[in-house]
């Protein structure tokens, strides 16, 4: 027996550091995706070490796991979530996807510790082609936004790469500066759902410089985003990601503008097959 799990990367539009906090985020899956092949062994364990670990605490059965990804590490596009999500369907096999998503946190925050909400996994697992998620935490449901035709993304890497479970990914700090953060990016979520590219664009430069009072960018990451939202043709820029480095998300006028850099259109979520031999 063989299973094949496929998991997106994702980019979160707008919604940041809110899902732990019961807030709400808009974000949609990729074409950048992680595959993870788990083939049936008599007996024994074969693959890399983290995956392994991760293998056996989501009571995976013997195995011979390999992932390949196009999903780069570090840089604010989920790689550790997306491989969670990949271990888990391989598995247990096709699940509930919220079911699915609680189980990937579990053993993100068991194995490699990272004390992520549940953004990432809902993101990957609900996605449609075509369409945004709008996901509201203090719930935990999902609806589905047509993403539409003239919101252009694209991501720029800021070069300054880390891991979550390394970095302060819940700065301490007042209590009223958290909850301001999360009461503006919730109210910026909601404006965002009909807004004209100009309007979106404008909604990520405010989430940034919220997020630099939140405390979870750096100086060096708030001077390349600052370059970026003068350029012309951006309609807006801000970090993505858990915050200290990563990617920097950029709203464009045309694919003409930052033209090394590529146009992400919101893409199928998580799956699995199954192969009996």
Known sequence: MKRRASIPARINIIG??????GGKALPFAVDVRM????TALDEGFEGGATVLALWKAAGGWPARLTVESDIPIGVGMSSSAALCLAVVLCVNGPMKPFDACLEAQRIEHEVLKTPCGLLDQMAMMFAKEGHASIIDFSNNTVESYTVPTGWMFKLVDSGIHRTLSDSSYRTPMDDSIVTDHVSSENQRVELAIG????????LLNLSHASLIRRGVSLPQMDTQVAALQQTEGVYGARMMGGGFGGMILVMVASDDVLPEQRLYRPS?????????E
């Open 35 to 38: 595959v993870l092949e788990a």
């Open 268 to 276: 199928q979520g998580g799956f699995v097959e199954e192969f009996f």
């Open 195 to 202: 807004a004209t590219a100009d309007e979106l664009g404008e």
């Open 16 to 21: 940041e550091h809110t899902d732990y906090a």
